[in-house]
T-cell receptor, first 116, second 118 residues
Framework: AQSVTQPDIHITVSEGASLELRCNYS??????LFWYVQSPGQGLQLLLK??????LVQGIKGFEAEFKRSQSSFNLRKPSVHWSDAAEYFC??????????????FGAGTQVVVTP | EAGVTQFPSHSVIEKGQTVTLRCDPI?????LYWYRRVMGKEIKFLLH????????ESGMPNNRFLAERTGGTYSTLKVQPAELEDSGVYFC????????????????FGPGTRLTVT
C-alpha cells in the first residue's frame, strides 16, 4: 500500500537559516509528488510538484525539492527562511488508478516555527 | 481566475445535528475531491467526483456522509447525524480532466471548512 512519511512533526528554525523538510514515500509505480503549505488561517497552497524529468524542482517562495528514487525521498529545502515561512507543510503522492484518475495520499505534516 | 471556494469557513454544531458543507471548484474543472483532516492526523481522501458522477468514494467513513454534485458544478457534503468524531477540517479540491496531461494531477485546494461537533 502507498504511504507518505514526514518524520518531523515540528521543526524550529531561525530566520535566515536554511530549512530542510523530509518526506519519504512508498509507492509501487512512478510517483507524482507534491509539496503543499498551509499558513495560519489559509488553505493548502501548492509549493511545487514532480512528475518526471529533472529531479531537482523549483517552486514558489524560493523553495526547491529533490526527488531521489533510490531513497524514496522528496525533501523540501529553502536556503534562507523568512518569518512568513512559518506554516505547516504537507508532502503528498498522487495515487493514480488504472483509469488514470488521481487522488492524494498525504503525510502527517510538519509544523515549521521561525524564530527571530 | 477564482480559486476553489468553500462555505462555511467554520461550523459548530451539536452531536446529532445535520450540517451541509459546500464546495465550488475552479470553473471548468471536472474533477472534484473531498478530503478531511481530523486533529493531529493526516489529510485523508474521502471521495472523488468526475462531473456529476462519483468516481471513487472509498474514503467515505460511513453512511452518515452524503456527497452530491448535481449538474457537475458545485458539490455538497452532508453529515447527518453528526458525531463527535466528525470534527475536523474538510477540504475540497479540484483538477482538470486527465486528458490534459500531467496538469490533471495538480489539485487546487480550497481554504477548508472547520467543523466542530460538540
Amino acid at each position: 500500500a502507498q504511504s507518505v512519511t514526514q518524520p518531523d512533526i515540528h521543526i524550529t528554525v531561525s530566520e535566515g537559516a536554511s530549512l530542510e523538510l523530509r518526506c519519504n514515500y512508498s509507492y509501487g509505480a512512478t510517483p507524482y509528488l507534491f509539496w503543499y503549505v498551509q499558513s495560519p488561517g489559509q488553505g493548502l497552497q501548492l509549493l511545487l510538484k514532480y512528475f518526471s524529468g529533472d529531479t531537482l524542482v523549483q517552486g514558489i517562495k524560493g523553495f526547491e525539492a529533490e526527488f531521489k528514487r533510490s531513497q524514496s525521498s522528496f525533501n523540501l529545502r529553502k536556503p534562507s527562511v523568512h518569518w512568513s515561512d512559518a506554516a505547516e507543510y504537507f508532502c503528498a503522492v498522487c495515487v493514480v488508478t488504472t483509469d488514470s484518475w488521481g487522488k492524494f495520499q498525504f503525510g502527517a505534516g510538519t509544523q515549521v516555527v521561525v524564530t527571530p | 481566475e477564482a480559486g476553489v471556494t468553500q462555505f462555511p469557513s467554520h461550523s459548530v454544531i451539536e452531536k446529532g445535528q445535520t450540517v451541509t458543507l459546500r464546495c465550488d471548484p475552479i470553473s471548468g474543472h471536472d474533477n472534484l475531491y473531498w478530503y478531511r483532516r481530523v486533529m493531529g492526523k493526516e489529510i485523508k481522501f474521502l471521495l472523488h467526483f468526475v462531473k456529476e458522477s462519483k468516481q471513487d468514494e472509498s474514503g467515505m467513513p460511513n453512511n452518515r456522509f452524503l456527497a452530491e454534485r448535481t449538474g457537475g458544478t458545485y458539490s455538497t457534503l452532508k453529515v447527518q447525524p453528526a458525531e463527535l468524531e466528525d470534527s475536523g477540517v474538510y477540504f475540497c479540491a479540484s483538477s482538470q480532466d486527465p486528458g490534459q496531461g500531467f496538469v490533471a494531477y495538480e489539485q487546487y485546494f480550497g481554504p477548508g471548512t472547520r467543523l466542530t461537533v460538540t
